[in-house]
């Protein structure tokens, strides 16, 4: 099993910054992709941003050139850095892990985040 915790959300203002922080620990080997999603009121999860065990990243669109999604592997952490927050960002945001090809294996129990305008 994989345990994941996520922590650095909060309420900040339009424009304003944050920075997710996702632990990982138990069995962690042979993952080979993280991910960031996000679920606000009445949508459905969307991918936010992933990173492989390789480096590879992927953005969704809307995030693009405003978040970065990094790791430190001595740590077994993912961040996303979010910069230039909108108020369409506020949602829940949940750190998830893969171990297979086809989805995401591992979820942690997510945290919130608030942009006011």
């Known amino acids: 099993q994989v345990q994941l915790v996520e922590s650095g959300g909060g309420l900040v203002q339009a424009g304003g910054s944050l920075r997710l922080s996702c632990a990982a620990s138990?069995?962690?080997?042979?993952?080979?992709?993280m991910a960031w999603y996000r679920q606000a009121p009445g949508k459905q999860r969307e991918l936010v941003a992933a990173i492989t065990s390789g480096g590879s990243t992927n953005y969704a669109a809307s995030v693009k050139g405003r978040f970065t999604i990094s790791r430190d592997n001595a740590k077994n952490t993912v961040y996303l850095q979010m910069n230039s927050l909108k108020p369409e960002d506020t949602a829940v945001y949940y750190c998830a892990a893969r171990k297979g090809l086809l989805g995401y294996d591992y979820w942690g129990q997510g945290t919130q985040v608030t942009v006011s305008s």
């Open positions: 138990g069995s962690i080997f042979s993952i080979n992709a």
